[in-house]
């Protein structure tokens, strides 16, 4: 589900992604310039323009804390992401740039595979997909966005803010799909026995963490994370949306967001446990001749983990396409790899699972 989630115009678009009219989102709106300070962008770290790096969005919910989804970072590793607080169209605003300290996700977050297509992972929906980041100082001048004490009633109106994609994307002109302006739109709250009728199966919902609205806008890959908004307070967080019954960005749909108010006591603790942090990636040492060991070195860590996992991988080429991927060497689950003849040509890398109560990170090092 690694789901970026942009608001969109609620109408049947054929392909993957289309781009949205150069105006405003049907059912919504560009979001003027000011209109929500506490935005934030969570993107990952690169050269490329900041609206082709962008993963997730979330909210300033105190000077040095962020509220997200937690399908946005379980298994992410910290060093790799960037914080923007106050993006408004990314080209031009792309906002103020913060240091991350770590993330922690909800300790009940789970996916709920899709009854329908259990083995496809994009169809499923979540349960308590809520996250936080520390923020490495603190944003001062900024407004926050408080976190809501109780969940808004079925029926009101709700206001969702993304810089996802604008449509389903057209394979000859991807970057016409990318939501560089802040989007806005109105939306309405369903009761839970609407929205279980609207979902491909009433099976992906988690009544209990989730709540769900629909409109004539929807959400899109990259609006994940980003707050559903009540009364300048934070009621919800993008978690899924039409993906979960094969719809295509823009296609009508409910939408799944993270109760803000039943994770409040989550994201609004004094001190949350943070996943580990490393200094670098692992580095393999060694020699790749047949015979030889090799090893895989953990890195320092910034946030020790509590628990490390070691997996080995060796390169294959598919030759009807030339794509190369790599596969898990069996039964290496150690930090050291003895070089077979086979392996001994193939590129290798290893990766470290590593664990701590706030959450799981997953580290590659470098093809070796």
């Not at 379980?74 to 993006?87: C, F, I």
């Not at 939306?187 to 929205?195: F, Q, R, S, Y």
């Not at 978690?239 to 009508?252: D, L, M, N, V, W």
């Amino acid at each position: 589900m690694r789901r970026m989630l942009t608001v969109c115009a609620a109408v049947a678009v054929a392909g993957t992604v289309v781009a949205a009219p150069a105006m405003a989102v049907a059912g919504g709106e560009a979001a003027g310039s000011g209109a929500a300070p506490w935005m934030v962008t969570v993107a990952f770290k690169g050269d490329e323009p900041l609206v082709q790096r962008e993963s997730c969005g979330g909210a300033l919910i105190a000077p040095d804390r962020v509220a997200t989804a937690a399908h946005c970072l379980d298994h992410v590793d910290p060093t790799h992401l960037e914080v923007h607080v106050g993006g408004g169209t990314l080209s031009e605003d792309p906002g103020k740039v913060v240091p991350i300290k770590g993330w922690s996700v909800e300790p009940g977050f789970r996916l709920i595979p899709s009854p329908v297509d259990p083995q496809d992972f994009e169809k499923s929906s979540a349960a308590d997909d809520v996250a936080v980041i520390k923020l490495a100082r603190s944003v001062f001048g900024v407004p926050t966005l408080p976190v809501a004490r109780t969940a808004p009633a079925p029926g009101s109106t709700v206001d969702l803010f993304g810089h996802g994609l604008t449509q389903a994307p057209d394979p000859k002109n991807p970057a016409a799909a990318l939501g560089d302006q802040l989007k806005h739109a109105q939306l309405k709250v369903l009761d839970d026995g609407a929205c279980a009728a609207g979902l491909a199966s009433p099976g992906l919902l988690d009544g209990k963490s989730v709540l769900c609205t629909q409109g004539a806008a929807t959400v899109c890959p990259g609006d994940s994370g980003g707050p559903l908004v009540q009364n300048g307070r934070l009621v919800g967080i993008v978690s899924f949306g039409g993906e979960t019954a094969g719809k295509q960005c823009g296609e009508p749909t409910v939408d799944g967001f993270a109760d803000a108010a039943v994770a409040r006591s989550f994201l609004t603790q004094p001190r949350p446990p943070l996943a580990p942090m490393a200094a670098a990636d692992p580095v393999i040492t060694g020699t790749k001749a047949a015979g030889d060991t090799l090893t895989c070195e953990a890195p320092k860590w910034t946030i020790k983990p509590e628990k490390t996992e070691y997996a080995w991988y060796y390169n294959k080429v598919d030759p009807a396409n030339g794509f190369e991927f790599y596969l898990p060497v069996e039964g290496a689950t150690t930090p050291t790899l003895k070089v077979t003849d086979e392996l001994a040509g193939h590129k290798l890398n290893c990766g470290i699972t590593a664990s701590t109560a706030g959450g799981t990170i997953l580290q590659y090092s470098d093809v070796f």
